[in-house]
């Protein structure tokens, strides 16, 4: 069989929870390239969530049969849930336990064969360059640039790549975040406004507090604590499948504007003159992303609690639906 890209020399690691139609998706993306290495790391089910105990269960037998090709393969299937902030975190430190570098895929991401040569060639060449913290597979240039990916300050999830010695550095209780918060750096930032400030400030003030469960800002912290950047690739080499009902922080949106089409690289590479993130390229970036505006940091102030109750009413509809039908 010709694999567009593969085998895959980078140990990869997949997150998987509830949903089964995309880890059949995982799969048959992994199976194009063929990893020699594969970690699988599923949290439980939520005891207070009947209908994941289905899920996850349909989840797991998904991946006993559907590995399918010469693999080394690596189970943590949790019996008890740890939760979003808790379980990703726990299953990146289990592969690097063991591995030098991996690719970190959770089940919502959709890579093409060129995101996982991307990510092989630039774990090798930025391996020993403390500066990078990551290699990324989405991209919200507006412009792509002559080079064929670039440094950014904003350090994505959406299917990226790193190593065991920057990991170690994970700062899950934020320690950082008062001095830094108080230290002038965010609004030093490339691309950075007021209203930028004051809106990556109300993130950081939530998640430090708990009151926003997430795993990813706290990784972010770390890296702009460090002055580390990431690489992103000039067009996108993955997609997110996971707006909708069952995903945790997304449940409330369609499919934003900023998930743009996958595209391809050429080879060999074409590096950027520079790693230090460009003033103008960030400051679209972030536009793009995040419509950084006072109105949209009050969205996301309240956006998560309303998603929670979303998802809780939905469960509770499916439940009794399924009640009745059982009568």
């Known amino acids: ?60 037998s998904l991946i006993a049969a559907g590995i399918d090709w010469p693999c080394d393969v690596h189970l943590r299937f949790r019996d008890a849930n740890l939760g979003v902030q808790h379980g990703v975190v726990d299953a990146i430190d289990w592969i690097f336990e063991t591995e030098e570098q991996a690719i970190i895929l959770e089940d919502d991401v959709a890579p093409e064969p060129d995101f996982f040569r991307f990510c092989d060639e630039l774990l090798e060449r930025y391996r020993d360059n403390p500066a990078v913290a990551t290699i990324g597979g989405i991209s919200y240039l507006q412009q792509p640039a002559q080079s064929s990916y670039h440094a950014s300050s904003f350090i994505d999830m959406w299917g990226w790549a790193t190593w065991r010695d920057r990991w170690r550095h994970y700062d899950a209780a934020m320690d950082a975040w008062p001095e830094f918060a108080d230290s002038g750096r965010l609004a030093a930032m490339p691309g950075a406004s007021p209203r930028f400030v004051r809106y990556w400030r109300m993130i950081m003030d939530e998640t430090k507090a708990g009151r926003m469960k997430a795993w990813d800002y706290q990784w972010m912290l770390t890296c702009w604590h460090r002055g580390m950047v990431a690489l992103h690739p000039r067009v996108p080499l993955v997609r997110n499948l996971g707006f909708g009902r069952l995903a945790t ?63 809780k009413i939905l469960d509770q509809f499916a439940r009794r639906n399924r009640n009745a039908a059982g009568r």
């Open 249 to 311: 922080n997304t449940a409330l949106r369609s499919v934003p504007r900023f998930c743009r089409p996958t595209g391809t690289l050429t080879w060999p590479l074409v590096d950027p003159a520079s790693l230090v993130p460009g003033t103008e390229s960030e400051r679209q970036m972030w536009a793009f992303r995040f419509h950084i505006s006072a109105r949209d940091a009050v969205i996301q102030s309240v956006r998560l609690p309303l998603a929670r109750l979303y998802r």
């Open 1 to 60: 069989m010709d694999l567009p890209y593969g085998p895959v020399s980078t140990p990869v690691l997949l997150i998987i929870f509830r949903r089964p139609e995309l880890v059949e998706i995982a799969l048959d993306k992994l199976r194009a390239v063929r990893p020699a290495t594969l970690y699988v790391a599923a949290d439980g089910p939520r005891p207070d969530v009947p209908e994941d105990c289905l899920g996850t269960a349909a989840c797991r």
